[in-house]
């Protein structure tokens, strides 16, 4: 007897939430709270067993989830680099209050960095995880991808 394959898949609503292995949890929440404004769930936090929290929750009003930051130093070592979120601004100058705000709190980011369509910034977490912005306004092809660029190599 075969499998009817189904022509769509049924309804998500939307994302809940984002799990990131970090190798602290206050400097991340440090740093997710001052870049992208998220604010910690205390009451969801997650606990052991003798009450030691291995994991911050926080809310993310600008993408409408939750942020975990999950306390897996061996994870997130292996997550250095890795490019594991894009989020997409309106355009350029969206991009350049970015780069001021990035700036201001001296978080490493790579300035705007020109892709095959479009900019896009990419952002270090404290464990060397990327984070890209990407502009939905896009350019045109006077405008080289710049491909050898060290943030973009992953």
């Known amino acids: 007897m075969g499998h009817a394959v189904e022509k769509e898949a049924?309804?998500?609503?939307?994302?809940?939430?984002?799990?990131?292995?970090?190798?602290?949890?206050?400097?991340?929440?440090?740093?997710?709270?001052?870049?992208?404004?998220?604010?910690?769930?205390?009451?969801?936090?997650?606990?052991?067993?003798?009450?030691?929290?291995?994991?911050?929750?926080?809310?993310?009003?600008?993408?409408?989830?939750l942020l975990d930051l999950r306390l897996l130093p061996g994870h997130a070592a292996a997550a250095r680099k890795m490019d594991t979120l894009s989020l997409s601004v309106a355009d350029h100058a969206s991009l350049e209050s970015w780069v001021a705000h990035l700036d201001r709190l001296r978080a490493p980011h790579s300035?705007?960095?020109?892709?095959?369509?479009?900019?896009?910034?990419?952002?270090?977490?404290?464990?060397?995880?990327?984070?890209?912005?990407?502009?939905?306004?896009?350019?045109?092809?006077e405008i080289a991808a710049d491909k050898d660029n060290i943030w973009m190599q992953n």
């Open 10 to 65: 049924p309804a998500i609503e939307g994302l809940r939430t984002i799990k990131f292995a970090v190798s602290d949890c206050d400097a991340s929440l440090a740093f997710y709270q001052a870049v992208f404004g998220v604010e910690r769930l205390p009451a969801i936090d997650h606990r052991d067993a003798t009450g030691a929290i291995y994991a911050y929750v926080c809310r993310w009003s600008a993408i409408g989830a």
């Open 111 to 141: 300035g705007i960095v020109p892709t095959g369509l479009s900019w896009c910034i990419v952002i270090e977490d404290p464990d060397g995880r990327y984070i890209k912005l990407f502009a939905r306004q896009g350019h045109g092809p």
